[in-house]
């Protein structure tokens, strides 16, 4: 009787993996969707994004932009899910990013006083504790690191805030609050900033400011 029970269990558990796994290989097919072959760079390389994919709102563009802040600074508008580098002449260079989710946001200003090409990524103690499965270290170039290829640290006063713009593994989550507080762009998105940003560049994160879309 136990040797049937065992067999029906292990049956029902073959059954049910059987089920699942055309739901896995749809998934994994619409996610591989999003990138079209790799690009190298710098010694490593990262998955282009399939910008067909990507809704032209969220692809980097120049656009109209009205803001008090001096041309070079970085505007975040979490609220529309925009990061803007502020061009002359009322316009701006606009990348669609993703946001902290809710209970993770924060708002404010502070300063890129570090970057880092292909980053090495250590999970905070606070996130290890939502998730102690996560690894204590990812090198920089691994095909898991969640930064990408390029990160920029915000500072305030002289101390790491603990947020960062980097890039991203998930392209469908521009455009969307998926974050633990750090912005997130699109690799090519992050590479094109952090050419663009010099150590001491001056970030501003908008709190509840839609600023319109050219």
């Given at each position: 009787?136990?040797?049937?029970?065992?067999?029906?269990?292990?049956?029902?558990?073959?059954?049910a993996?059987?089920?699942?796994?055309?739901?896995?290989?749809?998934?994994?097919?619409?996610?591989?969707?999003?990138?079209?072959?790799?690009?190298?760079?710098?010694?490593?390389?990262?998955?282009?994004?399939?910008?067909?994919r990507i809704?032209?709102?969220?692809?980097?563009?120049?656009?109209?932009?009205?803001?008090?802040?001096p041309?070079?600074?970085?505007?975040?508008?979490?609220?529309?899910?925009?990061?803007?580098?502020?061009?002359?002449?009322?316009?701006?260079?606009?990348?669609?990013?993703?946001?902290?989710?809710?209970?993770?946001?924060?708002?404010g200003?502070?300063?890129?006083d570090?970057?880092a090409?292909?980053?090495?990524?250590?999970?905070?103690?606070?996130?290890?504790?939502?998730?102690?499965?996560?690894?204590?270290?990812?090198?920089?170039?691994?095909?898991?690191?969640?930064?990408?290829?390029?990160?920029?640290y915000?500072?305030?006063?002289?101390?790491?805030?603990?947020?960062?713009?980097?890039?991203?593994?998930?392209?469908?989550s521009?455009?969307?609050?998926?974050?633990?507080?750090?912005?997130?762009?699109?690799?090519e998105?992050?590479?094109?900033?952090y050419?663009?940003?010099?150590?001491?560049?001056?970030?501003?994160?908008?709190?509840?400011?839609?600023?319109?879309?050219?």
């Amino acid at each position: 009787m136990e040797l049937n029970r065992r067999m029906l269990l292990g049956g029902a558990a073959a059954t049910a993996g059987t089920l699942f796994m055309p739901q896995i290989a749809q998934a994994n097919a619409a996610a591989n969707a999003y990138f079209n072959g790799y690009q190298e760079d710098a010694g490593f390389q990262y998955r282009r994004t399939n910008l067909n994919r990507i809704d032209p709102v969220w692809r980097r563009q120049m656009v109209k932009y009205f803001s008090p802040e001096p041309p070079g600074t970085v505007v975040v508008d979490t609220s529309n899910h925009f990061l803007y580098w502020v061009w002359e002449n009322n316009t701006a260079l606009r990348y669609g990013v993703g946001v902290g989710r809710e209970g993770f946001k924060w708002y404010g200003r502070a300063r890129i006083d570090r970057k880092a090409l292909w980053p090495r990524w250590v999970p905070p103690p606070e996130m290890l504790k939502r998730q102690p499965d996560l690894p204590r270290l990812v090198e920089g170039g691994a095909p898991n690191n969640p930064l990408g290829p390029r990160a920029l640290y915000l500072y305030r006063d002289g101390g790491d805030l603990g947020y960062r713009l980097h890039g991203t593994l998930e392209p469908w989550s521009i455009g969307h609050d998926v974050s633990s507080g750090c912005v997130r762009m699109l690799p090519e998105d992050v590479i094109d900033l952090y050419q663009r940003c010099p150590k001491g560049t001056a970030v501003l994160v908008l709190e509840h400011l839609g600023a319109g879309a050219g």
